[in-house]
Structures are given as structure tokens and as C-alpha cells.
């Protein structure tokens, strides 16, 4: 028989699985968009479909009609997730640029050393820039910035929300299976954490926008070409250095913001953090879960 905390639990958690259903709608909405019209997954228009899908559901109808993370107007959810009225704006986005420079250099230096590096300037065109920026903004959005709100509310713990959001964002680029291809996913593992440290570092969601479309934009041509028949030196050597740029870029933006203890009126995840356990101790005072 269930208890009504489990029944409290089960609500909740069917609440934060709807807007899974949205974003997974905006993933597959150039398929459904194809019974229509004849789209690609590249097309301009399916690209804005799912920017246009995401924007409402995100920004309007998660928060305000359905209460997650809270019932509030839109303004106020962009400013819970990061993205209206960041404090030290100048200095974010120097830092997500200085990012994602040496993000690329790292990956640069892995391409150069496995002796196999070939320029791509080609792929440096308004297209391809377009459909860059779409997820540089966007998946920041989404994953730093809306699913880790809800997480950490819902788990109260900002590492326990780190790691499982880095999970989640690591599933959504699953694209082979072998051993290296298992290796590329654990690092799409860790450069998630590494967007998401800067996040939490900087108490917005705009140097890791940016470090994000930097190292997206330019990610082919510093890097070793798609298909070519690479040894395992030569993969081992690309991953380490990407591995290894992540991690002092983590430990760089720990030295460049200090101590972010006296961010905790501005900083997005201590704020979630501070207001989960507030809404604790409501429950705990009045015996029921209040309304979202």
C-alpha cells in the first residue's frame, strides 16, 4: 500500500519527467516536420522548430502552467536559470571566451601530436555557424541551466545534480558504440561537468554559452579528421589532451571567481540550493507539501 509521501514522490517525479516529453518532442520535431514537409535534421527550418519549441516550453509553459521549477511568470524563471540580470556579465563572457580558446588549443595540441591533422576551413560557413549557435545557447539552457534547477531542487544537493545532468546531457550524444566511441561519450561526460563547474564558478549561464559556441564553432578544424583510420596512439593522445584541457579549465575559472560563498544572492545553483531547503522546512512546519 502506498503511503501519501509516496504518493507526494510519484507526483513530483511525473512532473519533472513532462518536460523530458518536450524536449524529446523538439529532438524528433524534423521527423514529425518530414510528414509535412521535406526537411532535413540540418535544414534551417527544423533548427528553428526546436529553438521555437524549446523557447515556450522552457521560458512559458514548464514554469508558468505546469510549476517546474516553481509556478512563475517568465521573466522570473529566466532569471532562476541564469540568463536575465547576471551580476559581473563583462567578466563571464571574457572567461567563457579565454574557455573556449583553450579548449581548442587542447584539442589542437592532440591533433598535432597524433601526427594525423588536417585544416578545415571549410566548414566555417553561415550554415554551419547558425546551426552551432542553436545548441551552444540552447543546450546551456536546457541542461545548465533549466534541468539543473529542477535537479537540484528535487535532489537537494548541487553534486548529485551535477553528475546525473551530466548523465543525461551524455546519453542525448550517444553515436557509437565501440571502444574509442565509448571513450568519445565519457568525454562528452566530462566536458558536461566542465560546463556545468563553470556555471556553477560563475553564478550564470553566459561564459559557458560562449566557451560552449567557441568550442563547438571551431570544433572541426582542430581536430582530427572525421573517418581517417587513426591508431590508438593517435585517439589516445587526441582524448588526453581534450581530458587534460578540461581539467585546467575547471581549475582555472576556481582561481579566476574565488570564493563563491558571497555569490549566494546571485549564483543560480546556491540560490536553488538555498530555496529547496527552504521549502523543507515549510513542510516540515506545516506538515504538507505546499502548492508550486
Request: glycine share 6%; aromatic share 12%; with cysteine.
Amino acid at each position: 500500500m502506498k503511503t501519501k509521501e509516496n504518493k507526494k514522490e510519484l507526483f513530483y517525479g511525473l512532473k519533472i519527467a513532462i518536460p523530458m516529453i518536450f524536449y524529446v518532442l523538439a529532438t524528433v520535431s524534423p521527423m514529425l516536420l518530414r510528414i509535412f514537409i521535406p526537411v532535413s535534421n540540418t535544414d534551417y527550418i527544423s533548427t528553428s522548430l526546436k529553438l521555437i519549441i524549446l523557447f515556450v516550453a522552457t521560458c512559458y509553459l514548464i514554469p508558468f502552467k505546469i510549476g517546474i521549477p516553481m509556478q512563475v511568470q517568465g521573466r522570473k524563471n529566466l532569471i532562476d536559470i541564469g540568463l536575465l540580470s547576471p551580476e559581473k556579465l563583462p567578466a563571464s563572457l571574457l572567461m567563457g571566451l579565454l574557455f573556449g580558446l583553450l579548449s581548442l588549443s587542447f584539442m589542437l595540441l592532440g591533433s598535432l601530436l597524433s601526427g594525423d591533422y588536417v585544416f578545415h576551413p571549410s566548414t566555417l560557413d553561415p550554415q554551419h555557424m547558425y546551426f552551432i549557435l542553436v545548441p551552444g545557447i540552447f543546450e546551456e539552457v536546457i541542461f545548465r541551466g533549466f534541468i539543473m534547477i529542477v535537479l537540484i531542487k528535487y535532489l537537494k544537493s548541487i553534486k548529485k545534480a551535477m553528475v546525473l545532468q551530466a548523465v543525461l546531457f551524455t546519453l542525448s550524444h550517444v553515436k557509437d558504440i565501440s571502444p574509442w566511441g565509448i571513450v568519445d561519450i565519457l568525454t562528452v561526460g566530462v566536458i558536461a561537468i566542465a560546463f556545468t563547474y563553470v556555471v556553477l564558478r560563475t553564478g550564470n549561464l553566459y561564459a559557458a554559452i560562449i566557451f560552449h559556441f567557441i568550442h563547438d564553432a571551431f570544433l572541426f578544424v582542430v581536430q582530427l579528421p572525421e573517418g581517417s583510420d587513426q591508431s590508438n596512439l593517435q585517439h589516445l593522445l587526441f582524448y588526453a589532451s581534450i581530458w587534460l584541457g578540461m581539467f585546467l579549465i575547471m581549475l582555472l575559472v576556481r582561481l579566476l571567481t574565488g570564493d563563491i560563498d558571497k555569490q549566494r544572492s546571485s549564483n543560480i545553483y546556491l540560490k536553488a540550493l538555498h530555496e529547496s531547503k527552504n521549502m523543507d522546512r515549510v513542510i516540515s512546519d506545516n506538515g504538507h507539501h505546499p502548492r508550486s
